[in-house]
């Protein structure tokens, strides 16, 4: 089988990846995730993607490179990582009875014959409204300063939604394994 390599130092995103049970290695890609003016976010993610993977492939020659990006849209307005405990709180309080877009960009690249196959997973998180004693508990017992949005689906986070809306639950994590799979039987490696 030819090299897999996931471009994405992310332990949420290797965790995902492992659940297919094929071999892999990560690698670091070194991107400017800088948004371009007037860039939207679908192609934000989906270009990011892309470049994460093409970034991976000089040290990788010969594999298939995963590449991923996400970003979190709430009133048109993309969410960043929060990178501390005031900003998370912030974050989820603006999020609070809303609905929050997350677009997920994959990218398939194999580096050996240039083949890039790219898609944006679109998924959907209705949050309850929230207080703020309840956000600031919350915030306290996961500090998800690393997340998008500031909360962790796979954790006590489900508890702040209302509802969730997508195809791929793997897609709120950050990498839609649906979509994946899809991409990798194109590519000649069939799963179960």
Request: a negative charge; aromatic letters at 6%.
């Amino acid at each position: 089988m030819q090299e897999l390599v996931l471009g994405s130092t992310s332990p949420f995103r290797r965790e995902l990846l492992e659940k297919l049970g094929l071999p892999f290695s990560a690698a670091a890609p070194d991107v400017d995730e800088t948004r371009r003016e007037d860039e939207s976010p679908r192609a934000l993610v989906l270009r990011l993607a892309e470049a994460k993977a093409r970034a991976v492939a000089a040290a990788h020659p010969e594999a298939l490179i995963i590449g991923s990006d996400q970003v979190a849209c709430v009133d048109e307005q993309i969410l960043g990582k929060p990178g501390n405990r005031e900003k998370a709180i912030a974050q989820l309080e603006s999020m609070s009875g809303k609905t929050v877009c997350f677009h997920t960009g994959l990218c398939l690249y194999n580096a050996a014959t240039g083949k890039t196959q790219v898609v944006c997973d679109d998924f959907r998180v209705h949050f309850r409204q929230l207080g703020h004693e309840q956000i600031v508990r919350y915030v306290d017992k996961e500090e998800p300063f690393g997340c998008a949005g500031s909360f962790k689906s796979e954790g006590l986070g489900i508890a702040l939604f209302r509802k969730l809306e997508g195809d791929d639950p793997n897609s709120l994590a950050g990498l839609p394994l649906i979509q994946l799979v899809s991409m990798l039987d194109r590519e000649g490696i069939a799963l179960p």
